[in-house]
């Protein structure tokens, strides 16, 4: 079983930076892919981006696409999402999930362990 705990959400102003990190534990972090999604208030979860197991493949949602860049570093077991340019509609709570393959992908049934989620609030 795996363990994810995400970190460094808060409340910026449009415009500001963020970065997120997120902790693993209790299994392998090299062989897995990694992802980030987001859930505003009223909506459904959404996926932002997601990583390969080596970092080599990576995509995005159309959204945050040029603002937003994820990396991992495997010899830290630790996933990151550096967050540019927010938005107010970047508001949500986000959470990190541990994929059980290797390649990126934006399909949440890949990704059966989840972190606790950290608030992103942008104010305008």
């Known amino acids: 079983q795996v363990q994810l705990v995400e970190s460094g959400g808060g409340l910026v102003q449009a415009g500001d930076s963020l970065r997120l990190s997120c902790a693993t534990s209790?299994?392998?972090?090299?062989?897995?892919?990694m992802g980030w999604f987001r859930q505003a208030p009223g909506k459904e979860r959404e996926f932002v981006t997601a990583?390969?197991?080596?970092?080599?493949?990576?995509m995005y949602a159309d959204s945050v696409k040029g603002r937003f860049t994820i990396s991992r570093d495997n010899r830290k077991n630790t996933m990151y999402l550096q967050m540019n340019s927010l938005k107010p509609e970047d508001t949500a709570v986000y959470y990190c999930?541990?994929?059980?393959?290797?390649?990126?992908?934006?399909?949440?049934?890949?990704?059966?362990?989840w972190g606790q989620g950290t608030q992103v609030t942008v104010s305008s």
């Open positions: 999930a541990a994929a059980t393959v290797p390649f990126a992908t934006y399909n949440s049934a890949y990704f059966p362990s």
């Open positions: 209790g299994r392998t972090f090299s062989g897995y892919a």
């Open positions: 990583i390969s197991w080596s970092g080599g493949s990576i």
